[in-house]
């Protein structure tokens, strides 16, 4: 293989294609920042808190709904293979819904009162349906994505922060449930505007032959993505736990404004790299390029912020926000730094399951897991006051970004020893599904 063979998939990484994705996050996302000033004057911290409580439990269990098709659909060989998986997925996230509808309504008195959020025992039912919208877009991506079909990921991502606005500011007469409905609402409304989940006819056999060819992923990927969104949510739910709803509810605005342009643009980059880097692998060819290209640039994005936000939040958050809520700028001063590591490496974080590495991501998610809920555990229960708290879980952010991008790097420079068995896979399944 050349030299110019070798840099060619690193030079896939075309502004146009994340831009078309980033465009369409910026109008939904966007959005909701924009309206973050008035939803604080609509809703009190304790909502905040009961949001980021039901943001966190819909978001880990919706993960590990899919079964981990949602990972597997990308380096599926064909469509047949595809309709299949999601037809596993589809099924499992019903399931997993009805579930946690039985648990929800079971439970609901005891986690409104432990988690001090009285709206999850009035309207238990919240739960369950973000359950549903969590894991059937996390489908939708993943076959968006597949397909680098990236106008249609840019309008989902369009749709859902629309929908998710509109529901917060005219909801907000139903109390808590205006805002933690959100969620649900805008998920919904993305999954159903593209349409990508509409039913189309799947064998039996093709959905066992699909299990079996990818029962690595369905086995092992369900526990990694549920710890892994466990890893982003556990802070939250141990922070509403051990210093009540309003502590939670300055952090969570902190996590909100950081978290969204963050999440949009490390979602965009994502969504293009999950397809790019699909693509790749099922055609043996070198990821390495790539990967180097994306951390460079997602860097020095990420460095901007860290200035930006030192230098500016305390002040923007008390004129934004009300004076109430200047507490939380200086939390993102503290924060930010782990916020810049993450939006460097976290797109690549699939890479290590696409490569056949699925037992090193579950490890790594598991070890994020235990450190950042050590962080945030370990410091509260000594008292430690809420700015060492962060610091603590800032560092432990860092560290696990850290060891993720050391992990991603290894296996860039590895994945050929996987091209023959990959490759002849995508053939052989070529073969076998050809109609």
């Given at each position: ?309 030192v230098a500016a939040a305390p002040a923007a958050f008390r004129a934004v926000f009300g004076s109430e809520w200047a507490v939380s700028g200086e939390y ?104």
């Open positions: 293989m050349t030299t110019r063979q070798r840099r060619r998939p690193g030079r896939r990484f075309r502004l146009p294609a994340v831009a078309t994705i980033l465009g369409g996050t910026l109008v939904g996302q966007g959005l909701v920042i924009v309206v973050s000033p008035l939803l604080t004057r609509l809703y009190d911290p304790r909502d905040f808190g009961a949001l980021a409580v039901v943001t966190a439990i819909a978001s880990v269990i919706g993960a590990g709904a899919t079964a981990g098709t949602d990972r597997a659909v990308v380096v599926a060989a064909d469509d047949r293979t595809v309709r299949a998986l999601a037809w596993i997925g589809t099924v499992s996230v019903a399931l997993v819904g009805v579930v946690a509808g039985v648990a929800a309504s079971s439970l609901r008195d005891p986690v409104a009162e432990r988690f001090g959020t009285p709206v999850l025992s009035s309207s238990w039912w919240i739960v369950p349906v973000t359950i549903v919208a969590v894991g059937a877009q996390r489908i939708v991506s993943a076959i968006l994505a597949r397909d680098e079909r990236h106008r249609a990921l840019g309008l989902r991502n369009a749709v859902q922060g629309v929908g998710q606005t509109a529901w917060n500011v005219l909801g907000a007469w139903a109390g808590p449930l205006g805002l933690v409905g959100g969620l649900a609402v805008g998920r919904a409304l993305a999954v159903l505007g593209v349409g990508v989940l509409r039913p189309r006819r799947s064998s039996f056999d093709a959905v066992l032959q699909a299990g079996r060819r990818h029962r690595r992923f369905l086995l092992v990927s369900p526990w990694s993505a549920v710890a892994n969104v466990l890893g982003q949510q556990a802070p939250s739910l141990l922070l509403a736990a051990l210093h009540g709803a309003t502590a939670a509810g300055l952090v969570a605005l902190t996590m909100r404004v950081l978290g969204a342009p963050v999440g949009m643009l490390a979602d965009a980059v994502a969504q293009y790299a999950a397809g790019a880097f699909g693509r790749l692998v099922r055609g043996g060819r070198p990821v390495q390029p790539l990967v180097v290209r994306l951390v460079g640039r997602l860097a020095v994005a990420g460095a901007v912020g860290v200035v930006v936000v993102a001063r503290i924060m930010v730094p782990a916020f810049a590591v993450q939006v460097a490496v976290s797109p690549l974080t699939q890479l290590l399951a696409m490569v056949g590495r699925q037992t090193a991501q579950l490890l790594w998610d598991v070890g994020r897991l235990v450190l950042t809920a050590a962080a945030v555990a370990v410091p509260s229960v000594i008292g430690a006051p809420m700015s060492i708290v962060l610091a603590s879980l800032a560092g432990a952010m860092i560290a696990a970004y850290g060891t993720m991008l050391a992990l991603v790097i290894g296996a860039g420079q590895q994945e050929v020893a996987d091209v023959p068995r990959v490759r002849h896979v995508e053939n052989s399944d070529r073969r076998r599904f050809r109609l």
